[in-house]
């Protein structure tokens, strides 16, 4: 399949740069050049409710906040000009997928809820649900967003390989919110015995998975569907899994998706999300609630204010547990996040067991 970045004029390699060093330089030299002047000021909040007000009084305030609304604008703009001057190529792509490499299940009756329509996520326009071409913009954006350090899907390898368990007889792997096959791909690599599910609210996102899915030859069977009614049958998936959604969801939405993984979850099976947690430094969590508001992200804070270990455990799932992940090379990290002078997500997985019967008895 044709790779956008593959035929990027001079001008369009240009722009991508531009936004791209732009934002390195907001991550490692105006964040700790934020960090400095926050400390010279002798606030010593212990929270990031309380880190808010002196933050909002540093000079480098108002450049720091500007950079990130503004680079993820421009990201988005460039990204959408590239993808729509190669519209009828891009689009022929999604109707010329290879037979019998996987499935793609659409449901053209799916009411898409109105906290996934109501926003535009990640400040992309029209989101990734309503054009084709959309799923195509969002995986080029992305690339940036990472600062190019999830090429090749990198996280989500790391995810795979570091937080989930071996199983060489894996019967059947379902993936929530999947996107564009970002996080389901890696899995099948993990699990070649299973039957791997991929599903996702947005058409767009699913089309784009399935044609590149089949283009490089991984069987994976996606579907349009709600996490939180997947259709999958009752304990029947070795492993459960979502990675950078649960934060987009409301506190309802989250509980209803954690539900419904502990419902399809073999007993001994595993349910796991990559997600985001406060790190306990207040500056550098308050700077993620922000950067959340600014992303056009407004059920984060329902991810931070949530205690999700005692939402496993009242649907019925044991070993609840948070664990920081190191998103460079180490992935899963108990030792926790560590010093690191730039701005980054504060990644973590969030892990739990469907207890079997055996597990059940000792319990009581």
Same mark, same amino acid.
């Given at each position: 399949? !044709?790779?956008? %970045?593959?035929?990027?004029?001079?001008? $369009?390699?240009?722009?991508?740069?531009?936004?791209?060093?732009?934002?390195?330089?907001?991550?490692?030299?105006?964040?700790?050049?934020?960090?400095?002047?926050?400390?010279?000021?002798?606030?010593? *909040?212990?929270?990031?409710?309380?880190?808010?007000?002196?933050?909002?009084?540093? /000079?480098?305030? /108002?450049? @720091?906040?500007?950079?990130?609304?503004?680079?993820?604008?421009?990201?988005?703009?460039?990204?959408?000009?590239?993808?729509?001057?190669?519209?009828? $190529?891009? !689009?022929?792509?999604?109707?010329?997928?290879?037979?019998?490499?996987?499935?793609?299940?659409?449901?053209?009756?799916?009411?898409?809820?109105?906290?996934?329509? &109501?926003?535009?996520?990640?400040?992309? =326009?029209?989101?990734?649900?309503?054009?084709?071409?959309?799923?195509?913009?969002?995986? +080029?954006?992305?690339?940036?967003?990472?600062?190019?350090?999830?090429?090749?899907?990198?996280?989500?390898?790391?995810?795979?390989?570091?937080?989930? /368990?071996?199983?060489?007889?894996? #019967?059947?792997? !379902?993936?929530?919110?999947?996107? @564009?096959?970002?996080?389901?791909? *890696?899995?099948?690599?993990?699990?070649?015995?299973?039957?791997?599910?991929?599903?996702?609210?947005?058409?767009?996102?699913?089309?784009?998975?399935?044609?590149?899915?089949? &283009?490089?030859?991984?069987?994976?069977?996606?579907?349009?569907?709600?996490?939180?009614?997947?259709?999958?049958?009752?304990?029947?998936?070795?492993?459960?899994?979502?990675?950078?959604?649960?934060?987009?969801?409301?506190?309802?939405?989250?509980?209803?998706?954690?539900? %419904?993984?502990?419902?399809?979850?073999? *007993?001994?099976? #595993?349910?796991? +999300?990559?997600? +985001?947690? =406060?790190?306990?430094?207040?500056?550098?969590?308050?700077?993620?609630?922000?950067?959340?508001?600014?992303?056009?992200?407004? @059920?984060?804070?329902?991810?931070?204010?949530?205690? !999700?270990?005692?939402?496993?455990?009242?649907?019925?799932?044991?070993?609840?547990?948070?664990?920081?992940?190191?998103?460079?090379?180490?992935?899963?990290?108990?030792?926790?996040?560590? =010093?690191?002078?730039?701005?980054? @997500? *504060?990644?973590?997985?969030?892990?739990?067991?469907?207890?079997?019967?055996?597990?059940? $008895?000792?319990?009581?």
């Amino acid at each position: 399949m !044709l790779d956008i %970045e593959e035929r990027l004029t001079l001008d $369009e390699r240009s722009a991508v740069d531009f936004v791209l060093s732009l934002r390195k330089r907001w991550s490692d030299t105006i964040y700790p050049a934020l960090v400095e002047e926050f400390a010279a000021t002798g606030a010593d *909040p212990a929270t990031a409710g309380d880190a808010d007000a002196a933050l909002h009084d540093l /000079p480098l305030y /108002p450049w @720091f906040s500007h950079l990130e609304r503004a680079q993820q604008k421009m990201l988005w703009r460039i990204a959408g000009d590239a993808v729509i001057s190669r519209r009828e $190529e891009l !689009l022929g792509q999604l109707h010329d997928t290879p037979a019998g490499s996987g499935r793609l299940q659409l449901d053209p009756d799916l009411d898409l809820p109105d906290w996934y329509t &109501d926003y535009d996520i990640h400040v992309q =326009p029209g989101g990734v649900f309503s054009d084709d071409l959309s799923a195509y913009v969002y995986e +080029f954006g992305a690339r940036i967003v990472m600062l190019r350090d999830n090429d090749g899907y990198k996280f989500h390898q790391l995810f795979a390989t570091t937080a989930l /368990p071996e199983l060489p007889a894996a #019967t059947r792997v !379902l993936d929530m919110g999947c996107g @564009f096959g970002k996080s389901t791909r *890696p899995l099948a690599l993990r699990y070649p015995t299973a039957e791997v599910i991929g599903v996702d609210l947005a058409a767009p996102n699913l089309r784009l998975a399935h044609a590149e899915g089949a &283009d490089a030859g991984i069987a994976v069977d996606y579907r349009q569907a709600d996490a939180r009614a997947t259709g999958v049958e009752d304990g029947t998936c070795d492993v459960v899994t979502g990675t950078m959604l649960l934060h987009e969801m409301p506190a309802t939405v989250i509980e209803e998706t954690i539900a %419904e993984a502990a419902r399809v979850v073999k *007993p001994g099976g #595993t349910v796991a +999300f990559l997600e +985001f947690q =406060p790190t306990g430094h207040a500056l550098r969590d308050v700077t993620i609630v922000e950067h959340a508001e600014r992303n056009n992200e407004p @059920f984060f804070h329902d991810l931070f204010d949530n205690d !999700l270990v005692e939402i496993c455990a009242r649907h019925g799932l044991v070993d609840a547990r948070w664990t920081p992940f190191d998103e460079r090379l180490e992935g899963m990290r108990p030792q926790g996040w560590g =010093p690191r002078r730039e701005w980054h @997500f *504060p990644w973590a997985v969030l892990t739990a067991t469907r207890p079997t019967e055996t597990t059940a $008895e000792v319990t009581a």
